[in-house]
């Protein structure tokens, strides 16, 4: 593909507005982009109702109280009670939430409409825009914005021991340009061009060696975050500045294909990659570009869970030792939410079927499965240890890294159902939804009730007819099986690069019926073969182990780490052949993606369920196999 060529200025690409792709000269053309989060309208399902509860949720959270720590840094007025948790007025990362509410608010309210999200977006941007006028008058240089003083950069650039004050930094930069995008808030764009310049102004002053040891520290995305702003002013500053912010320890080695990844503090390491990637889509560096795909394909297709997490402990590890780093401390959330913002980068250059198969599988199994769907609290880690449990954040006094990525993630779940280039439409994801397509003149109404049923129906509304080549996702597991109807017939079709391609004249009222089959399939630990879990088509399926000795506060934490060390039931051992496994495992009549293990003669019978739907209740997604006697399973309780 060619690296780099003019382009003209393209309608929501990622996470930029008009005004940003009409500012930017060149850019690297995307096979595939994205539709505006407001072209797409979720529908009655799991999703929905995960939106639903994060709306609900995040509009319940007191601006006063987000702003309470900015405000008395400032030196202005405030008599809210402070939040708890990492927003606490002695925790170091105090501010970061602010961020990441000012991104959930933009992103819900593009995905919803609620103009209440816009009005409360322009209140916070207001009052923050104040306090950035307030803090020369406290001795702060010009620009400064944030919940903490800036001696703390002071103390980043000395090494002398401090947090992460960048990465705070970037979540409220982030933020504002989320707003400016999504609410149309001009204010937000002038808030963090200001944030810029000083950034700009601590930065220039370092020597690059001292630059670079500043990048140790977790910095969060601002390599990203200022080439975002690059694209916005096409200003040589901002391009400076999102190069100062390239961590050479960490992506020289990925742009020559080396893994050095073991140790390292993963989350810390992802947005280096996603800003490599929004670079090279701003410049046409081919350097940027290998670092990016080099780190998905080694995270992806080594690293990662069955679940689509990846780490323990919210580091990498090696490979050969993945078994014995099944914890209670597995699959970082806010890991899985910026995966999936870089495998979106993916996509876009070079659409591929098992780059979706990845997303897929994160989105189901972690990203949805991290929320509570009786009060919208979210996970920090998902425990993958046989017989542990999810621990989820509280509503004020939590304020997690892994809450804030998590009001983002439930707010922008159809920012990859559907791309789209001047004359295909990529159907990617099956997901109840409707796509507004006015530049085609299209609708796209997508109804499923995926993966409780296997067929989904995409019905087209055409103001007149439109040529146009529909390529549906085949996914990997479903293999040959998949089937594809237009008007009740039959299409021969075949898989190419993970899609099928239907192209023709549409017209209004054509209907294609996608089938799906499912199947019981098993995967295994990369170093260690006894140790599997079982799939039923994308959907991780996790073993019900009961509510024995769980915390009796719902298992709600204000410390994220609190019930790690809790001890739990013996995990699920099956004895036989993994084959013995899946041949004894039956679907359960009624009850949707239910399953049950009682054909093993168990005693006691174990049901198998998504992993998504597991709460409040002890759990196993992955099972140790052992050669023996006809299969049984022990040791469950």
């Given at each position: 593909?060619?690296?780099?060529?003019?382009?003209?200025?393209?309608?929501?690409?990622?996470?930029?507005?008009?005004?940003?792709?009409?500012?930017?000269?060149?850019?690297?053309?995307?096979?595939?982009?994205?539709?505006?989060?407001?072209?797409?309208?979720?529908?009655?399902?799991?999703?929905?109702?995960?939106?639903?509860?994060?709306?609900?949720?995040?509009?319940?959270?007191?601006?006063?109280?987000?702003?309470?720590?900015?405000?008395?840094?400032?030196?202005?007025?405030?008599?809210?009670?402070?939040?708890?948790?990492?927003?606490?007025?002695?925790?170091?990362?105090?501010?970061?939430?602010?961020?990441?509410?000012?991104?959930?608010?933009?992103?819900?309210?593009?995905?919803?409409?609620?103009?209440?999200?816009?009005?409360?977006?322009?209140?916070?941007?207001?009052?923050?825009?104040?306090?950035?006028?307030?803090?020369?008058?406290?001795?702060?240089?010009?620009?400064?914005?944030?919940?903490?003083?800036?001696?703390?950069?002071?103390?980043?650039?000395?090494?002398?021991?401090?947090?992460?004050?960048?990465?705070?930094?970037?979540?409220?930069?982030?933020?504002?340009?989320?707003?400016?995008?999504?609410?149309?808030?001009?204010?937000?764009?002038?808030?963090?061009?200001?944030?810029?310049?000083?950034?700009?102004?601590?930065?220039?002053?370092?020597?690059?060696?001292?630059?670079?040891?500043?990048?140790?520290?977790?910095?969060?995305?601002?390599?990203?975050?200022?080439?975002?702003?690059?694209?916005?002013?096409?200003?040589?500053?901002?391009?400076?500045?999102?190069?100062?912010?390239?961590?050479?320890?960490?992506?020289?080695?990925?742009?020559?294909?080396?893994?050095?990844?073991?140790?390292?503090?993963?989350?810390?390491?992802?947005?280096?990659?996603?800003?490599?990637?929004?670079?090279?889509?701003?410049?046409?560096?081919?350097?940027?570009?290998?670092?990016?795909?080099?780190?998905?394909?080694?995270?992806?297709?080594?690293?990662?869970?069955?679940?689509?997490?990846?780490?323990?402990?919210?580091?990498?590890?090696?490979?050969?030792?993945?078994?014995?780093?099944?914890?209670?401390?597995?699959?970082?959330?806010?890991?899985?939410?910026?995966?999936?913002?870089?495998?979106?980068?993916?996509?876009?250059?070079?659409?591929?079927?098992?780059?979706?198969?990845?997303?897929?599988?994160?989105?189901?199994?972690?990203?949805?499965?991290?929320?509570?769907?009786?009060?919208?609290?979210?996970?920090?880690?998902?425990?993958?240890?046989?017989?542990?449990?999810?621990?989820?954040?509280?509503?004020?006094?939590?304020?997690?890294?892994?809450?804030?990525?998590?009001?983002?993630?439930?707010?922008?779940?159809?920012?990859?159902?559907?791309?789209?280039?001047?004359?295909?439409?990529?159907?990617?994801?099956?997901?109840?939804?409707?796509?507004?397509?006015?530049?085609?003149?299209?609708?796209?109404?997508?109804?499923?009730?995926?993966?409780?049923?296997?067929?989904?129906?995409?019905?087209?509304?055409?103001?007149?007819?439109?040529?146009?080549?529909?390529?549906?996702?085949?996914?990997?597991?479903?293999?040959?099986?998949?089937?594809?109807?237009?008007?009740?017939?039959r299409q021969i079709v075949k898989s190419q690069n993970g899609y099928f391609t239907l192209e023709r004249l549409w017209k209004s009222g054509d209907k294609i019926e996608v089938k799906l089959p499912m199947s019981l399939q098993l995967e295994h630990l990369p170093d260690d073969p006894k140790m599997v879990t079982v799939l039923y088509g994308p959907i991780v399926l996790a073993a019900e182990l009961g509510t024995e000795d769980l915390p009796p506060d719902g298992q709600q934490a204000r410390d994220h780490n609190e019930y790690n060390r809790m001890p739990g039931p013996p995990p699920p051992v099956v004895i036989g052949k993994s084959d013995d496994m899946i041949a004894n495992i039956r679907r359960v009549a009624g009850k949707p993606l239910t399953f049950t293990t009682d054909a093993f003669g168990l005693a006691k019978e174990v049901s198998l369920i998504p992993f998504h739907r597991v709460h409040h209740q002890r759990h196993a997604v992955y099972w140790?196999?052992?050669?023996?006697?006809?299969?049984?399973?022990?040791?469950?309780?």
């Amino acid at each position: 593909m060619p690296w780099c060529r003019p382009l003209l200025p393209l309608l929501a690409f990622f996470a930029l507005s008009q005004a940003s792709a009409l500012a930017q000269e060149q850019l690297v053309q995307p096979v595939a982009r994205p539709f505006a989060l407001r072209q797409v309208r979720l529908l009655p399902g799991p999703f929905h109702q995960a939106q639903e509860r994060d709306r609900q949720y995040i509009l319940r959270l007191d601006p006063e109280r987000l702003l309470h720590n900015f405000r008395v840094t400032a030196g202005l007025q405030s008599s809210a009670e402070p939040l708890g948790g990492w927003e606490k007025p002695e925790h170091e990362l105090r501010g970061h939430s602010v961020g990441h509410y000012l991104s959930a608010l933009g992103l819900m309210f593009a995905s919803t409409g609620d103009t209440a999200l816009k009005q409360r977006a322009d209140y916070l941007v207001a009052e923050l825009a104040k306090c950035q006028n307030a803090m020369p008058a406290r001795g702060f240089n010009a620009g400064f914005l944030s919940a903490y003083p800036e001696e703390f950069f002071d103390r980043l650039e000395t090494g002398k021991r401090v947090w992460a004050p960048y990465y705070t930094l970037h979540k409220i930069m982030a933020g504002l340009l989320d707003v400016h995008v999504q609410c149309g808030n001009q204010q937000a764009l002038e808030v963090a061009n200001r944030m810029a310049a000083w950034v700009k102004f601590r930065v220039d002053r370092l020597p690059p060696e001292q630059m670079q040891k500043v990048l140790t520290a977790e910095h969060g995305g601002m390599h990203e975050v200022c080439a975002n702003l690059f694209a916005f002013s096409h200003h040589p500053d901002h391009q400076k500045l999102a190069q100062a912010f390239r961590h050479a320890a960490v992506l020289d080695p990925l742009a020559r294909g080396e893994d050095n990844l073991n140790k390292l503090h993963a989350n810390s390491q992802i947005p280096k990659a996603i800003g490599a990637a929004r670079e090279f889509e701003l410049t046409g560096e081919k350097r940027s570009h290998d670092i990016a795909t080099f780190f998905w394909r080694r995270v992806v297709g080594s690293r990662s869970w069955v679940i689509g997490g990846h780490g323990d402990n919210e580091h990498f590890f090696p490979v050969e030792q993945t078994a014995r780093h099944l914890s209670t401390t597995t699959a970082e959330t806010c890991n899985t939410y910026n995966m999936l913002k870089l495998t979106r980068h993916l996509f876009a250059w070079e659409p591929a079927g098992a780059t979706m198969d990845f997303y897929e599988r994160a989105l189901y199994n972690h990203i949805l499965a991290s929320q509570d769907p009786e009060n919208g609290m979210t996970t920090y880690f998902a425990a993958l240890k046989p017989g542990h449990f999810k621990v989820y954040s509280t509503p004020l006094e939590s304020f997690w890294c892994c809450l804030g990525t998590s009001m983002e993630s439930h707010a922008k779940y159809g920012d990859s159902i559907y791309f789209h280039s001047a004359d295909a439409l990529w159907i990617n994801l099956f997901i109840a939804s409707e796509l507004s397509w006015k530049e085609r003149g299209m609708t796209v109404r997508q109804e499923t009730k995926f993966p409780e049923h296997e067929t989904t129906t995409l019905t087209l509304t055409c103001t007149e007819p439109t040529q146009l080549a529909l390529k549906i996702r085949a996914p990997k597991w479903a293999a040959e099986s998949a089937t594809v109807s237009v008007n009740g017939s039959r299409q021969i079709v075949k898989s190419q690069n993970g899609y099928f391609t239907l192209e023709r004249l549409w017209k209004s009222g054509d209907k294609i019926e996608v089938k799906l089959p499912m199947s019981l399939q098993l995967e295994h630990l990369p170093d260690d073969p006894k140790m599997v879990t079982v799939l039923y088509g994308p959907i991780v399926l996790a073993a019900e182990l009961g509510t024995e000795d769980l915390p009796p506060d719902g298992q709600q934490a204000r410390d994220h780490n609190e019930y790690n060390r809790m001890p739990g039931p013996p995990p699920p051992v099956v004895i036989g052949k993994s084959d013995d496994m899946i041949a004894n495992i039956r679907r359960v009549a009624g009850k949707p993606l239910t399953f049950t293990t009682d054909a093993f003669g168990l005693a006691k019978e174990v049901s198998l369920i998504p992993f998504h739907r597991v709460h409040h209740q002890r759990h196993a997604v992955y099972w140790r196999v052992e050669e023996g006697t006809p299969a049984t399973i022990s040791g469950t309780r």
